[in-house]
């Protein structure tokens, strides 16, 4: 799976991407990460790539044709990679049907570990748009026909957390990521609340237990308390 991301802010990844789980990800080479700045595309010698709005308002929005670019660079890179890949075959195709394009948007519809599922195991990969300031102008929406995704019912400063949330989802779904498959939460019974030693943590005069069928040996009531849960 190759993530490919368009945004302002590259750097702003690198400390969640340069970390535990998703940096042996990237080092193992389960996942690929490439970053697209629209600023790299503009058409000034002073990399503007905003505007003010049609109709008035605050703040500036992103223009369409420095997102266009960046993301047909991202197309490009993945047909390069696609030919090279089935160079031994007769006819190469470059099959779009195995890229998507993702839009985040408050409006979208609404991101969940079953839509992760569903795309890590159709897609070779995704073209994330994180957008900043006002937005980016929509007609890039109709260009490629992204699809719209929200990572929850509120509004935030750019679609780089958005980006994040999505690789992070994602990346867990494929095999090899976790270390341990069995270790994906979603697909076993798993408790919201776990605990560790020591049974007994005391704390400012009162002592707090780990609930006693966890510490019973006995399965079936482990696994049903967890269900419970």
Avoid at 40 to 49: E, G, M, Q
Avoid at 100 to 125: L, R
Avoid at 222 to 228: C, H, M, S, V
């Amino acid at each position: 799976m190759i993530f490919h991301i368009v945004t302002l802010f590259p750097v702003a990844f690198d400390s969640y991407l340069g970390e535990s789980i998703m940096s042996r990800a990237i080092e193992d080479k389960k996942i690929k990460v490439k970053f697209y700045n629209p600023r790299d595309f503009s058409d000034n010698k002073f990399r503007h790539i905003d505007q003010k709005p049609y109709s008035g308002g605050p703040g500036m929005v992103i223009q369409a044709l420095p997102v266009v670019k960046a993301i047909e660079a991202a197309l490009k890179i993945i047909e390069k990679r696609k030919k090279v890949t089935n160079s031994k075959v007769s006819k190469v195709s470059f099959d779009t049907k195995r890229v998507k394009i993702i839009w985040f948007s408050p409006g979208g519809k609404q991101f969940d570990t079953e839509y992760a599922k569903k795309t890590v195991h159709k897609f070779t990969d995704i073209i994330l748009i994180s957008g900043r300031y006002e937005g980016i102008d929509a007609r890039v929406q109709k260009i490629f026909k992204t699809e719209n995704i929200s990572v929850g019912p509120f509004v935030l400063t750019g679609g780089e957390l958005p980006a994040m949330i999505v690789i992070d989802c994602m990346a867990r779904q494929i095999e090899g990521v976790l270390g341990n498959f069995n270790s994906l939460e979603e697909s076993r019974a798993s408790s919201h609340n776990v605990y560790t030693r020591p049974e007994v943590f005391e704390y400012k005069g009162k002592k707090y237990r780990v609930p006693k069928v966890l510490l019973s040996g006995d399965h079936k009531k482990i696994e049903a308390w967890k269900e419970k849960k």
